[in-house]
């Protein structure tokens, strides 16, 4: 059936059965995700919804606002990132509020059923609602040599030999 947007929806009723995780099935008979996404560079606003897979490059923050029937929304914004660009990410109210405390620079993320709206400056934006699904895998931790450090890493890992003994002191600080 077609959903409110002309996209082919399945639908499950009353007659319906849904068999999770199946024994007899095996995963690697059925295509990945991956399969089905659109590349950053390739999404257009003429598209209606896409599925987009990439990295977290940056967190804006969410912010909350006041709807016209004086009920409060929340957006949360993204720099997500593959091999082909780089695409602002917006999650509104419920999305917004499941992603919050789970988002992190470098995380993997996917993204399915995203809807892709023009930006304030006439770009492609990926807006992300109730109807959309998103998967976030924890980033890498890997190792970061020292000499190549800089402040936009983020948190990192670094593997070093301590070359001197450390001095200890008492430190008072203003709550004591």
Not at 27 to 46: N, W
Not at 113 to 120: G, H, L, V, W, Y
Not at 123 to 152: A, M
């Amino acid at each position: 059936k077609s959903d409110k947007f002309g996209a082919t929806e399945l639908q499950i009723g009353d007659r319906s059965l849904v068999e999770l995780d199946p024994k007899d099935v095996k995963s690697e008979d059925f295509p990945s995700i991956s399969r089905f996404t659109t590349k950053i560079k390739q999404i257009t606003l003429e598209q209606t919804n896409v599925h987009v897979e990439g990295k977290i490059k940056e967190v804006f923050g969410s912010s909350s606002f006041m709807r016209s029937d004086q009920t409060v929304g929340k957006v949360l914004r993204v720099k997500v990132a593959d091999e082909t660009g780089e695409v602002t990410v917006v999650f509104w109210n419920e999305k917004a509020e499941e992603i919050e405390s789970k988002i992190r620079r470098n995380a993997q993320i996917t993204i399915v059923n995203a809807r892709i709206k023009p930006s304030q400056n006439g770009d492609s934006e990926v807006h992300v609602d109730f109807s959309s699904y998103v998967n976030l895998s924890t980033p890498e931790r890997c190792l970061v040599k020292i000499r190549t450090l800089t402040e936009d890493l983020g948190a990192v890992c670094v593997e070093g030999e301590v070359t001197t003994v450390p001095i200890c002191r008492e430190v008072r600080t203003q709550t004591g």
